[in-house]
């Protein structure tokens, strides 16, 4: 079964700070996309980030960068200059079906990340 | 991407009643989802709204309970049948997009006494 890990339940950093949220995730497919996805506490679901697993480079949005290891099947997300309005819950989710139409995501469990002024 | 509004934010419900939940988009979409989010759980794919035929639903949950109804490609609504207390979470659709990314509504919280 495909499976999205997210062994950090809670985590919380300083204002100003970086902070790297860990996923990994199980599949037997080559081609598919990964995502994090913030729900702040108003629970509005936000894409933050996505990735294509053929590509080698790193995702970046402005503060959000991600470490996609494919062959460790993981995928960590870098938030950099943490600011308040960070705080949510984080999931990681993957498509493991890329081009099959379907467009099922797979979800973790979430990390609740809160960040401290 | 699309501008997915949902009704009603929240709601509170008898148990053995049905509720109604309505997904709006502003543009035309292919696929729609409708997921359920347990209280301090992750997301759980309860079904893909199809435009023009039936639903499909994933493994543990059946038409019977969850009746969905995709009458056009900008909306879609969800009925949670025969409630009970475990019914109680928040309901939200999403819509694919390019680059197969899905983006959501704001959910629908339910609680059900």
């Known amino acids: 079964a495909q499976t999205v890990t997210q062994s950090q339940p809670e985590m919380s950093v300083q204002e100003a700070e970086t902070v790297t949220l860990s996923c990994t995730y199980d599949?037997?497919?080559?081609?598919?996309?990964l995502f994090w996805y913030k729900q702040p506490p108003s629970r509005q679901m936000i894409l933050v980030i996505r990735q294509e697993a053929y590509k080698q480079q790193n995702a970046t949005e402005n503060r959000f960068s991600v470490n996609f290891q494919k062959a460790a099947k993981s995928f960590s997300l870098k938030i950099s200059d943490s600011q308040l309005g960070d705080t949510a819950m984080y999931f990681c989710a993957f498509d493991p079906e890329a081009g099959g139409g379907s467009e099922k995501l797979v979800f973790g469990k979430g990390t609740k990340l809160t960040v401290n002024p | 991407s699309a501008v997915i509004s949902q009704k009603p934010s929240r709601d509170i419900c008898q148990r053995g009643t049905s509720l109604t939940i309505q997904c709006q988009v502003d543009?035309?979409?292919?696929?729609m989802f409708w997921y359920r989010q347990q209280p301090g759980q992750s997301l759980t794919l309860i079904a893909t709204a199809n435009q023009g035929s039936e639903a499909t639903y994933e493994s543990g949950f059946v038409i019977d309970k969850f009746p969905i109804s995709r009458p056009n490609l900008t909306f879609s609504t969800l009925t949670v049948s025969n409630m009970s207390p475990e019914d109680s979470s928040i309901y939200l659709c999403s819509v694919g997009g390019a680059t197969e990314t899905q983006y959501f509504g704001p959910g629908t919280r339910l609680l059900v006494l």
């Open positions: 599949t037997s497919e080559n081609n598919y996309y």
């Open positions: 543009s035309q979409v292919t696929m």
